[in-house]
């Protein structure tokens, strides 16, 4: 049974940058049907989708963090990892790292969905 | 971008009660809609993928549909159980969550 375990500090620093690891256990990183993924969710607020990489380590962002994201995967480790830069007080949030089953549709474009989630860690952005 | 409109945003029901919650999106292109259930403290549960499959473990009061360009989640007999918090997710976005409370 494939599960996931997010690692990482609880608060950090404005302006530092976030790190945080998720070890995938029961099951490989090496998978051509998933997408390795990270999700936050503010206190109080919906989920908002943060990026994946796919185990050849091409990676994907959403729009209005990729300036500040960096995704990648070890498949010797088993796990992947996510960098945020420049933190202020809005990226306060519960980090999920997730498994995204995934299709190439008929216009080119990916489609997926979350099928397996991490626990969570609350992370807190203050000094 | 795709955007995503959840309606409503909260819904009062009671045990046994049939309720539905819907999903626009902007752009229609694709039907790998998913539907997650929340509860305070857990990660998101995806309960059905592809609009309408039902994921394992599941019970199949829940259930989803598209038409047109209106996804449904509908709960056939509410259960105690199922007081939370629902979301959708096409892709890269979530809808704005719907929080089902006991009437």
């Not at chain 1, 380590?57 to 996510?82: C, E, H, M, Y």
């Not at chain 2, 999106?25 to 857990?42: E, F, M, V």
Request: hydrophobic share 35%; charged share 15%.
């Amino acid at each position: 049974q494939v599960q996931l375990q997010e690692s990482g500090p609880g608060l950090v620093k404005p302006s530092e940058t976030l790190s945080l690891i998720c070890l995938v256990s029961g099951g490989s990183v090496i998978s051509d049907t998933s997408f390795w993924s990270w999700i936050r969710q503010p206190p109080g607020k919906g989920p908002e989708w943060i990026g994946h990489v796919y185990y050849s380590g091409t990676t994907t962002s959403a729009p209005s963090l990729k300036s500040r994201v960096t995704i990648s995967v070890d498949t010797s480790q088993n796990q992947f990892s996510l960098e945020l830069n420049s933190l202020t007080a809005a990226d306060t949030a519960i980090y999920y790292c997730a498994r995204a089953s995934f299709i190439k549709n008929d216009y080119g474009d990916y489609n997926w969905y979350f099928d397996l989630w991490g626990r969570g860690t609350l992370v807190t952005v203050s000094s | 971008d795709i955007q995503m409109t959840q309606s409503p945003s909260s819904l009062s029901a009671s045990v046994g009660d049939r309720v539905t919650i819907t999903c626009r999106a902007s752009q229609t292109l694709s039907t790998w809609l998913a539907w997650y259930q929340q509860k305070p403290g857990k990660a998101p549960k995806v309960l059905i993928s592809k609009a309408s499959t039902l994921e394992s473990g599941v019970p199949s009061r829940f259930s989803g549909s598209l038409s047109a360009t209106e996804f449904t989640l509908t709960i056939s007999g509410l259960q105690p159980d199922d007081f939370a918090t629902y979301y959708c997710q096409l892709s890269g976005t979530f809808g704005q969550g719907t929080k089902l409370e006991i009437k």
